[in-house]
């Protein structure tokens, strides 16, 4: 009796989050680093504008990157804010960007939030 018990608890729990809740922790990957003179010259040149303060672009530059996926370490929301790198030969944005923390880190992805690299200037 005790087990079906908990059975009947395990299910209710589970009807009532979706998904257990291991099942929803995404993957962190280990941040790997990029030297900063082995980013492609329109990073270096967006990190300079971004340093710089600007002016920026595009029009989405400096939004908050909410970090959804939690590939870069969890900070309150408003914390990151992202910049477009751009991509020679793309007709929109590209897949580029550069993450910046309020704290003055710097990272940088080329797949469109799949995998970030720390710069290392």
């Known amino acids: 009796m ?3 018990w908990f059975v009947l608890i395990f299910l209710l729990t589970l009807h009532a989050t979706g998904v257990p809740t291991f099942a929803r922790e995404p993957q962190r990957a280990k941040l790997s680093e990029v030297a900063l003179a082995d980013l492609p010259k329109e990073g270096r040149n967006t990190l300079a504008v971004i340093k710089r303060g ?9 939004v908050v990157f909410g970090n959804f996926e939690r590939r870069l370490p969890e900070k309150e929301r408003g914390y990151y804010r992202e910049y477009t790198v751009p991509t020679p030969g793309s007709r929109n944005r590209g897949a580029r960007r ?5 704290e003055g880190e710097y990272y940088y992805t080329d797949d469109h939030y799949q995998t970030f690299h720390r710069i290392r200037e």
């Open 98 to 102: 550069i993450i910046v923390g309020r």
């Open 54 to 62: 600007g002016p920026f672009p595009y029009k989405r530059d400096g």
């Open 2 to 4: 005790k087990s079906l």
